[in-house]
């Protein structure tokens, strides 16, 4: 949905701006393309800047427990230094690179529950003012899609994904927090696994595949695991059903795992996730996995309801917050 909102620091009569995003989903490390209409108000004026910014949906634990905010993990300046004239329409293309490590929205055109935003800020006269903030779709990168597919072949489903503020250890991690993809365990681990937490570190030259295992109680040795792989983001010619269910063999033994460049490592080679705050609930649907992958299940239209009151909350607690 495009929002257009007057310009209120501003004052009465001044620019407004809405900004138009090209209809396909974006790709982690991939172009975001669109348009900023401006439209002029009741005098001439000069735009300094526009400047857009990512901004994301992510939980974090604190003293006071758990709590949701928004982080800004992007920004881009995209033009300035001309003047829009009284009642003018003035569009600014743009084309800006996402973040590689950006967290994936949807899968198989089903909203995951992860809630992006891109925020459209104006300089103008020495005011700044957040005019326009939009929802941002990302899609996965080929490789990413292929693990997931992988998964749900081998009968893991989905249960929901969320943005975790943090950092995990001996990672490349660039950005502040990371994406959590929350699956049931299939059939044949069930018996071991509670659950598995997939995390994607994308890179300009490879994927890093984070799976973290939710190990039944009793068992032994005892707690969690978690270890890595990583992988080249080219998906064609590779048997990934084969591939994942080795690394959730090995992940469920709790041996460290030979990664795609065949070292061997140790459990404190793989570390472990900082700042982490309790898994969420995202979408919290159930899920149906076969040969489409893991895929996004609704029940009596609880995950688009779910979604849909996310993105709303979010957006209107940032426009209360411009305002306050």
Known sequence: MV?????????????TVDTVL??????PGGSLTGQVRLKGGSADCTIEQITLELVARVEAEGDAGEHEGAVAFARFAVAGGFVLT?????DVPFTVTLPWETPVTE?????????????????VAGARDKGDLDRLTVKPLPAQEAVLEALGRL????????LELGHIRGSGQQLPFYQEIELSPAPQYADRISEIEVTFLAGADALEVVLEADKRAGLSPGGDALSRFTVGHEARGR???????????????GVPPYDAYGTYGTPDAYGHRE??????HGAGAAVAAG??????????????????????????????????
């Open 3 to 15: 929002l257009k909102k007057l310009l209120g620091s501003l004052g009465v009569g001044g620019p």
């Open 22 to 27: 090209a209809p396909d989903a974006a790709a």
């Open 86 to 90: 009284e009642g003018a329409d003035h």
């Open 107 to 123: 899968l198989y055109g089903q909203d995951l529950g992860v809630v992006l935003g891109l925020r459209t800020e104006l300089a």
């Open 155 to 162: 009968g893991f489903g989905f249960k929901s994904a969320d």
């Open 239 to 253: 048997d990934w059903v084969t591939e994942v269910d080795g690394w959730i063999r090995t992940l469920a033994a």
């Open 275 to 280: 700042g982490q705050a309790p898994s969420g």
């Open 291 to 324: 040969a489409a992958g893991v895929a996004v299940g609704v029940v009596g239209g609880m995950v688009a309801a779910e979604v849909v009151d996310e993105v709303g909350d979010f957006f209107e607690d940032e426009e209360e917050e411009e305002e306050g």
